[in-house]
């Protein structure tokens, strides 16, 4: 079945540093990957998106390439603040019948520190 | 619009007890799903629905159950709670225009 891996453990950041948080998939057909983002009390929220190989999602600084060659689709941001401390979710849906159902990464804890 | 409301937000239950997590939405969108939330594991599916009268099971469903008898609502029933279920529970919509899933605020369960 489909399943999405991200980086483990929670990355700490300074403020103004680079981010990276990798996320590999695994999926059967021609998925969809999404970039959600949870803050602290919150439900999740769309960041990004990018629908078919090569396209890249961009959103509040932040992007992400969907890599067909390695099954990747890497969050990253030039510059993060201290506003950006959330929890980063990759996911995906195969869309057609798979519509109402996205697999999840397990979840990246960003903080950023002053 | 509301959007996507969930309905209670945090919830204690001993073990045995019943009870139904409310979703809601304003969107008019075709699709629903219910999400548990755990530590280390990110959001995994419990049932979803494809339209009103029309439900399927996700990743984990033992345990719970579900109706869709509107395009608004989409209950979750827990029919007899276990500590194993204590867990922040997320519903969200999509339209079948789009693969964008829209996300309530959650509701924290606790059973002991």
Request: charged share 15%.
């Amino acid at each position: 079945g489909d399943s999405v891996t991200q980086m483990e453990g929670p990355v700490t950041l300074s403020e103004e540093a680079f981010l990276t948080i990798n996320c590999t998939y695994t999926a059967t057909g021609y998925p969809s990957l999404f970039w959600y983002v949870q803050y602290p009390g919150e439900g999740l929220q769309l960041l990004l998106k990018a629908t078919k190989a090569d396209d890249k999602g961009s959103n509040k600084g932040f992007e992400a390439t969907y890599r067909k060659e390695t099954t990747s689709f890497h969050l990253e941001k030039g510059s993060v603040q201290v506003s950006d401390s959330a929890v980063y979710f990759c996911a995906l849906s195969e869309g057609g019948t798979s519509y109402g159902k996205l697999t999840f990464g397990q979840g990246t804890i960003l903080t950023v520190h002053p | 619009n509301a959007g996507v409301t969930q309905t209670p937000k945090f919830q204690v239950l001993k073990t045995g007890q019943s009870m139904t997590l409310q979703c809601a939405q304003d969107m008019n969108h075709e699709y629903m799903s219910w999400y548990r939330q755990d530590p280390g594991m990110g959001l995994r599916l419990i049932h979803y629905s494809v339209g009103a009268g029309i439900t399927d099971q996700g990743e984990v469903p033992n345990g719970y159950n579900v109706s869709r008898s509107t395009t608004e609502d989409f209950p979750l029933r827990l029919l007899s709670a276990a500590p194993s279920q204590t867990s922040v529970y997320f519903c969200a919509t999509q339209t079948g225009t789009t693969d964008t899933q829209y996300f309530g605020p959650g509701t924290r369960l606790t059973v002991l």
